[in-house]
């Protein structure tokens, strides 16, 4: 731990620290940490920025660049991890080109999931947002939420033929 008046450091600093000292010695359980950790984040920065729904090979690009950044590092380097996936994002990946087209068609599907939305109920949306926005499995939704598996099943099946529904009859009009 350093020390001085600046020295101050969190508990999770320090795990993040441990977890770049072992990927820097080749720890390859570290390394399936790491890629568990910021997977989730880095595919949905990317979906974002590259808009794309599958970025599975972007997103490998990524998390292979950032650890072998990490292992390249010095091992007395202070490394912060959510700054160089950043950069490493911002460096592999460049924005995609928009056609008017897709803008008016992207602008469209946002304004029928908006109201898709808010056709819901709190705890429909905080079930949609944490499946699609969050990317969170139905038993990890179950677990926090308390609710049944059948009642996130109906929740998103339900949204989804809404969304369909919704869409085809603004793609006929």
Request: with cysteine; glycine share 4%.
């Amino acid at each position: 731990m350093a020390s001085g008046p600046e020295a101050e450091s969190s508990p999770h600093d320090e795990g993040l620290s441990e977890l770049v000292r072992r990927i820097q010695i080749g720890d390859q359980t570290a390394i399936q940490a790491f890629h568990s950790m910021f997977l989730p984040g880095i595919e949905f920065l990317l979906r974002r920025k590259l808009e794309k729904s599958t970025v599975a090979a972007e997103t490998a690009r990524v998390l292979q660049a950032a650890v072998h950044e990490i292992e390249a590092a010095s091992p007395a380097q202070a490394i912060n991890l959510s700054h160089l996936v950043t950069r490493t994002i911002h460096r592999l990946c460049p924005p995609a080109k928009r056609g008017v087209e897709s803008c008016t068609a992207d602008a469209t599907k946002e304004s029928v999931a908006y109201s898709v939305l808010a056709d819901r109920t709190p705890l429909e949306q905080d079930i949609l947002r944490r499946y699609y926005v969050l990317g969170e499995s139905p038993g990890k939704i179950k677990t926090h939420l308390r609710v049944s598996l059948l009642t996130i099943e109906q929740t998103i099946a339900s949204a989804r033929a809404d969304f369909r529904g919704k869409m085809q009859r603004s793609e006929s009009a």
